[in-house]
């Protein structure tokens, strides 16, 4: 597989199905795992980190479920390649900072990422559609069972897995869930959602997780603590938080339409209607237009285009994708004349 293969595929988490697909966009189960006796990553010289690279390649070539993985070592990847990675929640941006002896490891249907030697030496995640974090967890727990009968990591009886950030030890395990909270904000309780969350050791980030700010009405939600806590525990209690927060989303979304369902529709259609006949539009007002866009399709008042295609949208639409379809670097100017000539293309028929 090639990167550029990937434009042509839709992501799994992008599809649109799977439980409350309405509300949450993708659900994450994230482990970290480092070799034993080896040091982290950030202490390791450049002898070492390498040797963990091969070491780990090797033990992933025998894992069956990453069979039809590929292997794409960050030394050969331009800086469009590592944005168009990020862009597709594959990496993280730490990950894309000093590239030598870095990895990243991507299964044919983009199910399956492991990063190698970010902050850990093992960073799998798996991403489902909707709200699914349980058969998430069922496929990282397989893929974690047979590397660990090729690799020796980190363990003790009294701390779990060992990691290089003390919050991840334990179990090292981050689950988390993208949520699309458009009702919530424009009803002014996302301040009061967000500080309750805070509160029971929760953390709230962006689109891209760590490190950025909610934009287009999405909220990526995960436990902030492994340690002391068993994998099933922290499932359970993300679960739980997220089934309040859909409640809430949703009873905001009918309140809305109840008592001002012609301001709601009226935003809705201006924003469908910029969409399909802007000829320049930055990446910020693309998010923020096709988050009402979103909400109109999943409420049922704009039937002129589905969730599928929306998400799809709002990938697609981001820089390094931009620059990876036309093949060549493009100004500021330039992605934003094209962003709006494929959102033009996708909506024409709709």
């Known amino acids: 597989m090639k990167l550029e293969d990937l434009l042509n595929h839709t992501s799994e988490w992008l599809k649109g199905t799977g439980p409350n697909a309405d509300i949450v966009i993708s659900s994450r189960i994230r482990l970290a795992r480092n070799l034993d006796k ?88 798996v991403m489902q559609s909707g709200f699914n974090l349980y ?42 869930v993208m949520l699309h909270l458009p009702a919530l904000v424009m009803t002014r309780q996302i301040e009061r959602v967000l500080a309750a969350i805070s509160k029971l050791s929760f953390t709230t980030r962006g689109f891209y997780g760590e490190g950025t700010q909610a934009t287009g009405n999405f909220f990526q939600i995960s436990n902030q603590v492994s340690l002391g806590h068993s994998e099933e525990e ?69 039937k002129e285009i589905d969730r599928r295609c929306i998400n799809e949208l709002f990938i697609i639409t981001q820089p390094a994708h931009l620059q990876k379809m036309e093949g060549k670097k493009l100004s500021t100017q330039e992605r934003d004349v094209k962003r709006a000539e494929i959102i033009r293309e996708k909506l024409k028929c709709k």
């Open 234 to 302: 922290i499932i359970n209690n993300i679960n739980g938080l997220i089934r309040q927060i859909i409640e809430q989303e949703e009873q905001a979304r009918e309140m809305m339409l109840a008592r001002n369902r012609p301001m709601l529709e009226d935003r809705i259609y201006r924003s469908f209607g910029i969409l399909k006949s802007a000829h320049i539009i930055s990446s910020q007002e693309t998010s923020e237009l096709l988050s009402m866009v979103r909400l109109g399709s999943d409420l049922g008042l704009l």
């Open 135 to 176: 058969e998430a967890w069922n496929i990282i727990n397989r893929i974690d069972d047979a590397l660990a009968k090729e690799l020796s990591f980190g363990y003790l009886t009294d701390w779990g897995y060992l990691t290089a950030c003390p919050t991840n030890t334990g179990t090292g395990m981050r689950g988390s």
């Open 38 to 125: 080896i040091p982290f990553p950030h202490w390791a010289n450049k002898k070492q980190s390498e040797e963990t690279l091969k070491t780990i390649e090797e033990a992933i070539s025998k894992v069956d479920y990453l069979k039809n993985a590929t292997i794409f070592r960050l030394a050969t990847l331009d800086g469009i390649d590592k944005q168009f990675l990020i862009e597709r929640h594959l990496m993280s941006y730490e990950h894309a900072q000093k590239s030598n002896s870095k990895a990243v490891v991507i299964d044919s249907e983009e199910i399956v990422a492991v990063m190698i030697n970010e902050e850990d030496h093992l960073r799998i995640q």
